[in-house]
């Protein structure tokens, strides 16, 4: 539990006194340059690490280390005044070990959306000693993860197309089974190969070989290691590795679609989409936008409702998200790949006709209200209705309170606390925690850095510009004197080792109120924590909005900028932050609460009861269905 909160580790802070005592920027820099001109060493030293022409401010002695131990710090402080309306978290004894290993299996197995890779890496294991599996395994990196034990175990393989066959040897070389990163794959036994080729040739139909290209490099090298030639048996196995070499012609769905979009033949690309219902449903607006769907949309409609009707609700739900927010333009695009990497960019495309949008939603609302459980005696707690529902967990982190791209949570508490702790592994690495403010339009920007310690209401701890043993840094707020409605926390890597390549590196906020007192750092006020790993070199975790009446939310972004690679600072990507936001912000996330109203529509048969809400009471019935953020997954409906 301390380590989930982040108090595993000790949080010093640069600033003794921190929040309080914090200098004025120049009144700092200039003590500093000060202290350093009175000794000929350190004159001596800031000669040669600056130019002929600048100063290298960050080279004063004293700057970017703790100039007191954590002792010190503990001495400096008050203990924390606990109050009633601190967080306590009851923890639940649960079920015997087999039965909660069985529970936790399934609902892995099960889960309609893609996992974290933490929660790939315990399915894995769980795969190993669970012999019951779910009815169906809707994620295709899940049914590797399976079909990996499977395979160890001499089972019968569950694939449907090639690609099924690629991802599993991926995970049995330890590779990565989304694809994204080449696998090196490793020799197999012959019981492998051939369990392996089997699989392939069942499947390897010519509408299925359309599908190598899109990994043609992981294919070659995959059959290096099968030897499909050594099994004349399986002759559609070796079409695959043709297509890959591309002595055997193919061409895939989706080159065909487009070269008959590109003509104008509208009904030919519907017609061929049909064969695969999700992707005509992923293509759903820019059909209805493109030819002579866009002023007659009739056939595309009519080939969406009947393509909802075998396509995966998750497709269906980010359709249903879609639609909603193309009535108008949007402020921007927003893109973000399985990373969390994000990239935003103008919104031209033109709008849909609004009637068009409200049969679209109407088809897939019936859908998704057919495939919902029946709900019996439904109990729901207000503060769920705003947590977006989670289509996809791949670039959600590991740590607490953790909620889906998009959730909108209440903010209590007078005082608002950022921390982000790092320890480098093996090169001197420097993290900087800031905060952008920005006006109700996104813009007259403050920001609070290294660069600028404070303003009338934020406060920021102090520079650390190395970490071998560990650094924390600090941004306070007083969030009933803030004069900037949006507030957003990210943390930029200066120098040094990347998220994923540092030994420890995570990022949280703390609220408590005035009174209270305390540490920099106190677990007990700390309201979310997650580690940071992300591919870009700029984390956006969270944004804080002021709502009209004064109240305060958190909206949860997840995302990472690319960044430079080095030398990353806000006031070098406050544009591209703001533009960013703004588009998660403003766009019309499919939450808990869309959920719930379609199952409020469906009849209320049955006795059981069924619950929603950010953590379970203690006195719901005997065989309550539960959702809580850690299993809203469950929800969504295949």
Request: proline share 7%.
């Amino acid at each position: 539990m301390r380590t989930l909160v982040g108090d595993h580790v000790q949080h010093n802070a640069y600033f003794l006194d921190f929040p309080k005592n914090v200098p004025d920027t120049l009144e700092f820099w200039a003590a500093l340059l000060r202290e350093a001109m009175l000794d000929p060493a350190a004159v001596e030293g800031l000669r040669r690490s600056s130019g002929p022409s600048a100063l290298n401010l960050l080279a004063l002695p004293g700057y970017g280390r703790y100039q007191h131990t954590y002792a010190d710090l503990l001495a400096a402080h008050a203990e924390l005044i606990p109050l009633a309306g601190d967080r306590v978290t009851v923890l639940d004894l649960g079920g015997s070990l087999e039965s909660e290993t069985r529970e936790l299996y399934l609902s892995l197995a099960g889960s309609t959306v893609p996992l974290p890779a933490e929660d790939l890496a315990a399915l894995r294991i769980l795969a190993a000693s669970c012999a019951a599996e779910p009815d169906t395994i809707p994620v295709r990196e899940n049914r590797a993860v399976i079909n990996e034990a499977r395979l160890a175990g001499g089972r019968p393989l569950l694939v449907d197309t090639v690609t099924d066959v690629l991802r599993l040897a991926c995970a049995a070389s330890g590779g990565d089974v989304t694809l994204a990163v080449p696998t090196r794959f490793r020799s197999f036994r012959r019981a492998e190969r051939r369990a392996l080729l089997q699989a392939m040739d069942a499947v390897a139909s010519p509408a299925k070989l359309g599908d190598v290209p899109s990994h043609r490099e992981q294919w070659k090298r995959l059959g290096e290691r099968l030897h499909p030639h050594e099994y004349p048996q399986f002759p559609r196995a070796a079409h695959v590795f043709e297509a890959a070499r591309g002595a055997r012609r193919v061409s895939s769905l989706g080159s065909r679609v487009e070269a008959a979009l590109a003509q104008g033949r509208i009904g030919e690309a519907v017609d061929l989409l049909q064969n695969a219902p999700g992707a005509l449903l992923r293509r759903l607006d820019h059909l209805l936008r493109t030819g002579t769907a866009a002023t007659a949309p009739q056939s595309v409609l009519e080939a969406a409702e009947k393509a909802a009707a075998s396509a995966s609700g998750r497709v269906l739900l980010s359709l249903r998200e879609h639609l909603t927010n193309r009535l108008i333009p949007a402020p921007g695009r927003v893109f973000v790949n399985r990373n969390g990497r994000a990239w935003a960019t103008d919104d031209q495309r033109p709008p849909l006709a609004g009637d068009v949008v409200t049969r679209a939603a109407a088809i897939l609302d019936e859908e998704i209200t057919r495939r919902l459980p029946a709900p019996g005696r439904l109990i729901v707690d207000p503060e769920m209705l705003d947590v977006a529902l989670p289509l996809s967990a791949k670039a959600v982190t590991p740590g607490l309170g953790m909620l889906p791209r998009g959730s909108l949570t209440r903010v209590d508490g007078e005082l608002l606390r950022f921390f982000v702790y790092w320890r480098q592994a093996e090169q001197r690495t420097d993290y900087d925690l800031s905060a952008l403010m920005l006006d109700a339009s996104y813009g007259a920007p403050e920001h609070i850095s290294w660069t600028n310690y404070g303003n009338d209401f934020a406060r920021y701890s102090g520079d650390l510009t190395q970490a071998p043993d560990g650094a924390s840094e600090f941004i306070y707020i007083h969030l009933a004197q803030a004069t900037k409605p949006i507030i957003i926390p990210q943390v930029n890597i200066f120098a040094g080792e990347a998220f994923d390549e540092a030994a420890e590196a995570f990022f949280g906020y703390m609220t408590r109120d005035a009174a209270q007192q305390g540490m920099p750092f106190e677990p007990r006020t700390v309201r979310m924590k997650s580690d940071l790993r992300g591919a870009g070199r700029v984390a956006l975790p969270l944004a804080f909005l002021r709502d009209d009446d004064g109240s305060w939310r958190v909206k949860w972004l997840h995302l990472y900028l690319k960044g430079h690679s080095g030398f990353n600072q806000l006031e070098g990507n406050r544009v591209t932050t703001a533009l960013l936001v703004r588009s998660i912000v403003e766009r019309d996330h499919l939450r808990v609460r869309h959920l719930v109203g379609l199952l409020r529509a469906k009849p209320q048969t049955g006795d059981h009861t069924t619950y929603i809400g950010l953590q379970a009471p203690a006195d719901l019935p005997p065989g309550a269905r539960v959702y809580t953020p850690a299993t809203l997954h469950e929800l969504i409906p295949n």
